[in-house]
């Protein structure tokens, strides 16, 4: 049986799914608060040609909007793939209380993979932490994508989309 | 003589002086790309409740509408304060190739004071960092901002406006 985390993380994976839909890096994001989805988004670069059109940023935006306040006390962030370092950024200033993640990014990831940016003391908020949630699916979204992307580009050459 | 680098931070300063002027913590920021102002911004999170409303990533997204792109490359941003983790990530992700900036600020920066994610080779870009460009001015505007607040506060107790 599926607990509320892995639910909500379901919700952030078919936003990730929407995001694969438009040729965008699939990546979801959703942002509840009292058990009410108060933001959720997909990775919208490409579309957007906006590099600060990540999930989560979109995401927080909307949550924000939701209160008409900039703090977002209280709220958890589910997002696919853990957070770069301008989301954990926004995570922080945001100061949402706990963020659950799916895959890991090894080349871009500040939430455990390069450093860890929520767990650093040294800033005035540090949500906690939960990675790893669901991460087999939400890996398998993103190195599927990937795949495509090789694939069509082995057969026609052309710049793709990447997630940095 | 001014240099062509204090005369666009001073176009950042004045920004930041929009900013002081409805209320807001006075950071501004530009960015010009082959001798053009192709964005323009100052702090805005009270105004629009927005955690992500910083000068920078608002003048990052206007300078991609401007070109239809998310890649920033060969942009020098002027920034009066240092950049904080989200900005520092957007900075990255835009592929701004240089960035200058004014005071040091000691609790959130990540350019130098905190660390320095801008010159962190494990990230995929690093732009060039000038540190303390009219620094003295740029640090004038928010000591000065900050005592007022504090002032008005001890006669009028009410939170006010932080950075963070």
């Known amino acids: ?3 509320e985390n892995q639910r909500y993380m379901g919700y952030a994976l078919r936003e990730a799914q ?4 438009i040729g965008e890096v699939p990546i979801g994001c959703v942002i509840v608060s009292d058990g009410q989805i108060v933001g959720k988004a997909h990775n919208q670069r490409e579309l957007l040609q906006d590099p600060t059109a990540h999930a989560e940023i979109l995401a927080i935006t909307q949550a924000a909007a939701h209160f008409q306040s900039w703090r977002l006390e209280g709220a ?3 997002v696919t793939l853990e957070p770069c370092a ?3 950024g926004a995570i922080i200033l945001a100061r949402i209380a706990e963020v659950y ?3 890991y990014d090894p080349k871009a990831g500040v939430c455990g993979s390069l450093m860890n940016l929520l767990e650093d003391s040294r800033f005035n908020h540090n949500p906690k932490l939960y990675p790893g ?3 087999d699916e939400c890996g398998a979204l993103l190195s599927g994508f990937f795949r ?5 580009a082995s057969q026609h050459p052309k710049p793709g989309p990447h997630r940095n």
């Open 101 to 103: 993640f799916g895959a």
């Open 76 to 78: 958890k962030l589910y």
């Open 18 to 21: 929407r995001a694969m839909d």
């Open 148 to 152: 495509r992307i090789r694939e069509d």
């Open 133 to 135: 949630l669901l991460a």
């Open 1 to 3: 049986m599926q607990d």
């Open 86 to 88: 301008m989301c954990a």
